[in-house]
T-cell receptor, first 114, second 112 residues
Framework: AQKITQTQPGMFVQEKEAVTLDCTYD???????LFWYKQPSSGEMIFLIY??????QNATEGRYSLNFQKARKSANLVISASQLGDSAMYFC???????????FGKGTKLTVNP | DAGITQSPRHKVTETGTPVTLRCHQT?????MYWYRQDPGHGLRLIHY???????DKGEVSDGYSVSRSKTEDFLLTLESATSSQTSVYFC???????????FGNGTRLTVT
């Protein structure tokens, strides 16, 4: 079974600072993918970044980067230079090679203060 | 944006009535999913499909059924709606294992 744990129900950050959102996972699949999604107050789910378990480098997409530590089973999202528009719910998710299902964590609510 | 349309966007229904939610995609993706989102629970998988007429249960499938008779359409049916099924329902699609899911805009269902 796959499990995603996001231990931070809420996080606060000052505008222009960096913030790390934590995600740990558990799986027995040797091959898997890790995803981060953003859900603003308007409700849509927006894909941010993907990390494959066999990728040699940490994924980056603009101001988003993924701090992937395979041995520790963690896939933390780093947002650099936070903007007010980054205020949203953020979900970590994983999908095992042996499973078509994407399993989500419960999310972290990020608030960016001016 | 991925071509996913959910209908209806909002629905209010009474306990005991049947309800069908529709998800339509124009991307020809193999995988389609139905999730529900509730406060404190994140997104939980109801059912998913890996091809026409090929479906399987997720973690919260009780009280729900699905059908996929065409690649582009995935229907979620609540045979007899209950108040516990009040939720926001998201459809999602993906093409393969390492592809991200792309979500529809959601359907807000209220069962009174």
């Amino acid at each position: 079974a796959q499990k995603i744990t996001q231990t931070q129900p809420g996080m606060f950050v000052q505008e222009k600072e960096a913030v790390t959102l934590d995600c740990t996972y558990d799986t027995s699949d040797p091959s898997y993918g890790l995803f981060w999604y953003k859900q603003p107050s308007s409700g849509e789910m927006i894909f941010l970044i993907y990390q494959g378990s066999y990728d040699q480098q940490n994924a980056t997409e603009g101001r988003y980067s993924l701090n992937f530590q395979k041995a520790r089973k963690s896939a933390n999202l780093v947002i650099s230079a936070s903007q007010l528009g980054d205020s949203a719910m953020y979900f970590c998710a994983m999908r095992g090679r042996g499973s078509e299902k994407l399993v989500f964590g419960k999310g972290t609510k990020l608030t960016v203060n001016p | 944006d991925a071509g996913i349309t959910q209908s209806p966007r909002h629905k209010v229904t009474e306990t005991g009535t049947p309800v069908t939610l529709r998800c339509h995609q124009t991307e020809n993706h193999r995988y389609m999913y139905w999730y529900r989102q509730d406060p404190g629970h994140g997104l939980r998988l109801i059912h998913y499909s890996y091809g026409v007429k090929d479906t399987d249960k997720g973690e919260v499938s009780d009280g729900y059924s699905v059908s996929r008779s065409k690649t582009e359409d995935f229907l979620l049916t609540l045979e007899s709606a209950t108040s516990s099924q009040t939720s926001v329902y998201f459809c999602a699609i993906s093409s393969e294992f390492n592809s991200p899911l792309h979500f529809g805009n959601g359907t807000r269902l209220t069962v009174t």
